[in-house]
């Protein structure tokens, strides 16, 4: 089983970054979804997730700047941040929770500057 984040980087404040979550190994379009992020000097947070039939819940610190959404054909699941601003500075990490397993990805980077 792998989970593949990416679509991190460096980006100025005001701009936009989507981020990419593939999976392999799991029965996908059957699982829910979602986006986690650690903040330095924090503990990890939820940001958003989705239910396998593509019912979407953004946490309210981030609703009407983060969407999140699937595409069950390419396995992948997507975060979008518009604007970003400095405080979603984070690890963004995606999960896909089973009834065995808790299922995590590596994380990609997400850096906003002032």
């Known amino acids: 089983v792998q989970l593949q984040a990416s679509g991190g980087g460096l980006v100025q404040a005001g701009g936009s970054l989507r981020l990419s979550c593939t999976a392999s190994g799991i029965a996908f379009s059957g699982s829910p979804v979602a986006w986690y992020r650690r903040a330095p000097g924090k503990q990890r947070e939820l940001v958003a997730s989705?239910?396998?039939?593509?019912?979407?819940y953004v946490v309210d610190s981030v609703k009407g700047r983060v969407a999140i959404s699937r595409d069950n054909a390419k396995r992948t699941a997507y975060l979008q941040i518009n604007p970003l601003n400095p405080e979603d500075t984070a690890v963004y990490y995606c999960?896909?929770?089973?009834?065995?397993?808790?299922?995590w990805g590596r994380g990609t980077q997400v850096t906003v500057l002032q």
């Open positions: 999960n896909v929770p089973t009834a065995m397993v808790n299922y």
């Open positions: 989705i239910t396998s039939g593509g019912s979407a």
